[in-house]
């Protein structure tokens, strides 16, 4: 199975669909980059214009799309499709698998989206990329993310620094499925 192209869906639950992010997302970004609870948990990306946000799908999504045939993707609510978040697979220098991540508009919380897209991102990179194991990385406040990961099988593995200096932050790993 090849990976999706550009716009295009690489799933569908009952609830949501998951799509490669493109150029016109830049605002939806711009806001979620730029929501207190993303700078809290995440940090600032540094996208404070729409401009920014172009740089940053140019610099991150659409690179890594390039680079490892997947990244994060759009999480759009069905059937309105409403872009509520994002949700993905992440290669990072620093950590010693790929990661999944997530990212969702306050107004879209405690509702089963965050979950459904998670496992629909980790049944895509079984399935299409042969990932038989993935990582997460969280804050260690960030409760809610803590909650969601565990509720789906990933366990906390220990404390990792990404970058030199940076405070730690939580990793979970979640046994690969059975063959």
């Not at 890594?64 to 992440?90: H, K, S, T």
């Not at 038989?132 to 509720?151: D, F, M, Q, W, Y």
Request: charged share 25%.
């Amino acid at each position: 199975m090849q990976p999706a192209p550009e716009g295009r869906e690489i799933a569908v639950t009952p609830r949501v669909a998951l799509r490669r992010l493109c150029m016109a997302d830049a605002p939806f970004l711009l806001r979620l980059l730029n929501e207190p609870s993303w700078l809290q948990f995440i940090g600032d990306k540094g996208v404070h214009t729409l401009e920014d946000a172009r740089n940053y799908l140019v610099n991150g999504p659409l690179a890594m799309y390039a680079r490892d045939g997947f990244g994060l993707y759009l999480v759009e609510r069905l059937p309105d499709r409403v872009p509520m978040g994002m949700c993905g697979l992440i290669r990072r220098e620093t950590l010693p698998e790929v990661d999944v991540g997530f990212a969702f508009l306050p107004e879209h919380w405690g509702q089963g989206y965050a979950r459904e897209a998670v496992l629909a991102v980790l049944d895509y990179g079984q399935r299409v990329f042969g990932l038989r194991r993935v990582i997460a990385v969280t804050s260690p406040g960030n409760e809610r993310s803590i909650k969601l990961l565990e509720g789906i099988g990933f366990r906390f593995e220990g404390l990792v620094q990404m970058t030199p200096g940076e405070a730690e932050i939580k990793m979970f790993g979640r046994p690969a499925p059975p063959d």
